[in-house]
């Protein structure tokens, strides 16, 4: 937070809309997005590309944030998305997303979706194990159609957020797995399926990745193995597709580089590759999910009760907590926030910030330095917009929050808030 996001009454503002007539306005808890920072960082991305003049895409991984009005962002901003569910493929082709431009992830896609990508006529399927490619298969030849598909990889290397680790045969339940040859045996199935025409290789090698290494290393693991392919089958990838997990700030201790730097090695790495093993240039697709909205994404709370255990510890209450954002509990993911009607000012003591319900792990923040504050006060969350409502839950049955697009000083309810009806509508009487 600088001067720059405070307006004149001293408030904190989101995409020139002040938080405190945000929290008036919709009521908390309430999650906003400053859709001009996303719109940013896929123009950023894509800008990567566009300077090295190679065919590209960047595939939103919607499962970090989506709702009806994100996908059409996406869609103004002639991104791609990535779905994993046939719920994120229904909202997308709900929300009049392209199906040209769609991948479809998941290592356990049932039946039933895999249909429902056909009928629809999915861009790309990612096909992850060998069940997966006998139903699709049999769905191929029932329906008489044919379909785009990449294989997913499993190469070798698992990002643990500050560090990479390669390993001999990997534990990932994800994908084919590269060492021990049923990447080769996955292709040779797909290359010799006349109704599979298989685009490309896609690896995914973690999340909140803080370090190039990994993806250099991926990068021309894919490149070496189309090589290998090429070689061996006369096979041509037209895709080398290197996933996401890009990672973000959260606070302080973070220090990532600019995600655009992780997009710069990994088209760097490929032009190389391909050079030395005389491939032609093949397209790059990202998976970017995190990093498109994370940062962009603010949850505001009021704050209400307070207790303090003498000489131990002081605890602040806000309306919400591990049902809007599971993150600290689950990962101990760490957060920062600021008071919206003063951002700036200095903190007078040191609380734990924790939400309503009812568990003692329900702490969004330990340790949070704040000012003077008091019941009624709207406490902002920073960088919450990725995993946060797209992981939230009904978690003592209280109702969802509200989400809010402001961009440009102009607010939009893009998802209204759950009541409680909504909490029983699929519920039926016993008999
Ligand atoms: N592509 C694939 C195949 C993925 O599995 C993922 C994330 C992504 C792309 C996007 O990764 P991102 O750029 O967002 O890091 N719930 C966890 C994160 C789970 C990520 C799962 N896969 C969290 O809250 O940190």
Redesign the pocket.
């Known amino acids: 937070i600088t001067k720059q996001n405070i307006n004149e009454a001293g408030h904190l503002e989101i995409g020139g809309c002040d938080a405190i007539d945000l929290a008036n306005q919709f009521g908390t808890p309430l999650v906003v997005y400053d859709t001009g920072k996303i719109r940013s960082q896929i123009r950023k991305f894509k800008a990567v590309f566009e300077k090295s003049n190679i065919d590209y895409a960047v595939c939103y ?1 919607s ?2 944030f989506a709702n009806t009005a994100m996908y059409q962002l996406v869609n103004q901003e002639q991104g791609h998305i ?1 779905v994993v569910s046939g719920g994120e493929l229904s909202m997308a082709l709900h929300a009049g997303f392209p199906v040209s431009r769609i991948s479809f ?1 998941g290592n356990n896609k049932s039946e039933d979706e895999l249909r429902m990508a056909l009928e629809n006529h999915v861009g790309v399927i990612m096909l992850d194990n060998f069940h997966e490619i006998d139903l699709l298969n049999q769905l191929l030849t029932d329906m008489n159609t044919h379909c785009d598909v990449m294989l997913r990889i499993t190469p070798g290397i698992s990002a643990h957020t500050h560090e990479f680790i390669q390993t001999g045969q990997t534990d990932s339940k994800f994908g084919f797995d590269l060492e021990s040859g049923e990447a080769k045996k996955a292709f040779e199935i797909v290359h010799a399926n006349k109704s599979i025409h298989l685009l490309g290789i896609h690896a ?1 090698i973690g ?2 990745v803080f370090e190039l290494k990994g993806f250099e290393m991926a990068a021309s693991k894919l490149v070496d193995l189309a090589s290998e392919w090429k070689q061996e089958y006369g096979y041509e990838a037209q895709v080398i597709n290197v ?4 990672g973000i700030q959260y606070t302080d201790e973070d220090d990532p580089l600019r995600p655009e730097a992780f997009v710069q090695k990994i088209v760097d790495t490929v032009k190389a590759r391909t050079k030395v093993e005389g491939l032609k240039m093949p397209a790059i697709w990202i ?5 498109i909205v994370g940062n962009a994404g603010y949850n505001l709370y009021r704050i209400g009760s307070r207790k303090d255990v003498p000489g131990i510890k002081s605890y602040v209450s806000v309306d919400g907590g591990m049902g809007d954002n599971i ?1 600290p509990m689950l ?1 101990d993911a760490k957060y920062e926030a600021v008071m919206a009607d003063h951002p700036l000012r200095s903190a007078v003591e040191n609380v734990h910030l924790v939400g309503k319900y009812c568990e003692s792990g329900d702490v969004l923040i330990k340790n949070q330095p704040l000012p003077e504050t008091k019941p009624g006060d709207v406490i902002v969350m920073l960088d919450t917009g ?2 946060g409502y797209s ?1 939230a839950s009904n978690y003592n049955l209280n109702p969802k929050p509200a989400i809010v697009f402001v961009e440009n000083g102009k607010e939009q309810l893009v998802t209204r808030r759950q009541n409680y009806t909504d909490l029983y509508e699929l519920d039926n009487k016993l008999k």
Do not use: I, V
Not at 287 to 291: A, D, K, M, N, T
């Open positions: 991984a499962k970090a990535d992830h995914h999340s909140q996933g996401g997990g890009f998976e970017p999910g995190r990093s993150r990962y990725a995993y992981m």
